[in-house]
């Protein structure tokens, strides 16, 4: 039973426009969810997170939006530039497990065009 | 410079051996992971250790098993038992405090196992 979905294995813009990079979760104890993203060869790097109190966290051109309701949670990133073209994971944590005992998506391929 | 490391980046080993991939960080960090990535698929958990001297099985923790001697340092042993050992092993780290907002892991470069 997969607790972080990316249903989207793949997605493709074209620089300038927006990336929208989805991600559901079934576990409704998560409180606490992040984006990492990844280069081949690499490991992940922390993008921007967001707690189950708020809806939405911006930072420069990324904003994930949470809609606790439809256990939904979205990235945005705009404008999307080449150097975005990464694999992005979406991670989820309760707090009432061990801290940093994150639930990991399968990622989301994203390609920018130039 | 602050970080975490994993050594080495490459490994190759004949079945049936073990093998133990190294990880080390300075970040000061109590909470320390292990995870498997295998192609097209996510980060599983293999194990997990929040304090010097305690770890926890993760999801997929058969065929492997690990050590916290000390906070820098987090080893895994990859060991016969691992029916298909062949993938990208990945160590991370966290302040581990117990608040959510600590949740953010900080992961190593990698190290790419293949076993022959």
């Known amino acids: 039973d997969q607790q972080v979905k990316q249903n989207s294995p793949s997605l493709s813009v074209q620089e300038g426009r927006i990336s929208i990079l989805n991600c559901d979760y079934t576990n409704s104890m998560f409180d606490y969810f992040l984006w990492y993203k990844k280069y081949p060869a690499e490991g992940p790097t922390f993008l921007i997170s967001i707690s189950s109190i708020k809806d939405k966290n911006e930072d420069g051109r990324f904003t994930v939006f949470l809609n606790k309701s439809a256990k939904h949670l979205s990235l945005h990133i705009v404008p999307s530039q080449p150097g975005d073209s990464a694999v992005y994971f979406c991670a989820a944590s309760a707090a009432y497990t061990n801290a940093g005992k994150s639930t990991f998506g399968d990622g989301t391929t994203l390609t920018v065009k130039p | ?116």
């Open chain 2, 1 to 116: 410079d602050g970080g975490i490391t994993q050594s080495p980046k490459y490994l190759f080993r004949k079945e049936g051996q073990n093998v133990t991939l190294s990880c080390e960080q300075n970040l000061n960090h109590d909470a320390m992971y292990w995870y498997r990535q295998d192609p097209g698929q996510g980060l599983r958990l293999i194990y997990y250790s929040q304090i010097v001297n305690d770890f926890q099985k993760g999801d997929i923790a058969e065929g492997y098993s690990v050590s916290r001697e000390k906070k820098e340092s987090f080893p895994l042993t990859v060991t016969s038992a691992q029916k298909n050992p062949t993938a990208f092993y990945l160590c991370a780290s966290s302040i581990g405090t117990g608040a959510a907002s600590t949740d953010t892991q900080y992961f190593g470069p990698g190290t790419r196992l293949t076993v022959l």
